[in-house]
Nanobody, 118 residues
Framework: QVQLVESGGGLVQTGGSLSLSCTAS????????WGWFRQAPGKEREFVGS????????DIADSVKGRFTVSRDSAKSTMYLQMNSLKPEDTAVYYC???????????WGQGTQVTVSS
């Protein structure tokens, strides 16, 4: 069974940091782009960042640029999201995903809650 499992979410104060992980099982997804998304209550899911298959290129949403970084360890089938200088508006469920189809993320994790208190 192929699974993506996020971990590392929790409650943090404004200005704090959190590190999320996403680990794949059942398949390595080594040759594919991985991404992070988030969805806040009452809002649509939005792209946060992604990392390509080699780990050499990342794309970061403007809303988190300079504060969040995405990386991966293909040997561990794991992707990371380092979140610094967190703001209350970063509060959301964070999802990891893998893009094996053309321009479509087709494998998703179950999500992990991040709450930033003011």
């Amino acid at each position: 069974q192929v699974q993506l499992v996020e971990s590392g979410g929790g409650l943090v104060q404004t200005g704090g940091s959190l590190s999320l992980s996403c680990t794949a099982s059942g398949r390595t997804f080594r040759s594919y782009t991985w991404g992070w998304f988030r969805q806040a209550p009452g809002k649509e899911r939005e792209f946060v960042g992604s990392v390509n298959s080699s780990g050499g290129r990342t794309d970061i949403a403007d809303s988190v640029k300079g504060r969040f970084t995405v990386s991966r360890d293909s040997a561990k089938s794991t992707m990371y999201l380092q979140m610094n200088s967190l703001k209350p508006e970063d509060t959301a469920v964070y999802y990891c995903a893998v893009r094996t189809a053309l321009n479509e993320y087709d494998y998703w994790g179950q999500g992990t809650q991040v709450t930033v208190s003011s």
